[in-house]
C-alpha cells in the first residue's frame, strides 16, 4: 500500500477517537483543595482540613445553617447546547441508621443568565441525579455527579458544595467532606456519561 495513503488512514483514525479523559479540560480552578480554599467563596461553617493526608473541602451545619463552598466558571457563547459534567467524591462523618439525608454531601448547582458580585439570575437549578453522596458507612468516599445541558442565555455555571438535610432532622456540627471535583463540558451527554464512568477518583 502506498505509504502517503496508509499515513492518511491513520490519521483518520486517530482523529475520530472519543475525546480522551487526560484531554478533557476541568473549568474548575483548586478542585483538590491543593490551594486551600483559593478560587472558591465560603460562607459559613466550612474550612480544608486534612483527611488520610489530603487537603479536603469540609462543609458544617449546612443547608439551613447556610454553609457553602462557591465557585462561578464563566462560558463562552460556543458553549450553549453541550453538556455539562459536575462531578466530584464525597464522604460525611454522619450516616444516619433511618436513612435520612441531613449530614450528607452532596453537589450543587445554577446555570446563570447574568452575574454579579450580589448574585445574579438563574436559567436552571443543577440538581438530582447522583449529586448526593450515598454512602453506607461513615468516612466512606463514594462519587457524586450530574449532567445538564447549557441552555440558552447561559453565561456561568455556579458549583455548588453543600450538606443535605431532612426537615426534621437537624445538623450537628458533623462534617461532610468534598474532594476531586471537576466541572466539565461534553458534545453529547453520552461523552458525558463515559466520562462520568470512568473517572478517576
Known sequence: MNRSILGLMVLVIVTSLPTSISSQTNLLLNPNADSNAENWRAFGQVTVEEFNGDKVFVVRDGCSGGSHFLQDVNLDMSDVGKYALLIGRGSSERINAD???TGLPYLYGYMMESVNPKGGTVRAYL???????VANQPDEWVAMYGIFRVPEG???????LQQAERKDIPQNGSAARFDNLGL??????AQALEFAKTYKY
Not at 440538581?127 to 453522596?133: C, E, T
Not at 447561559?154 to 455548588?160: G, M, Q
Not at 466539565?184 to 451527554?189: G, I, P, V
Open 154 to 160: 447561559t453565561v456561568a455555571i455556579s458549583f455548588f
Open 127 to 133: 440538581q438530582g441525579q447522583q449529586m448526593r453522596a
Open 184 to 189: 466539565y463540558l461534553f458534545k453529547t451527554k
Open 99 to 101: 436513612g435520612a439525608i
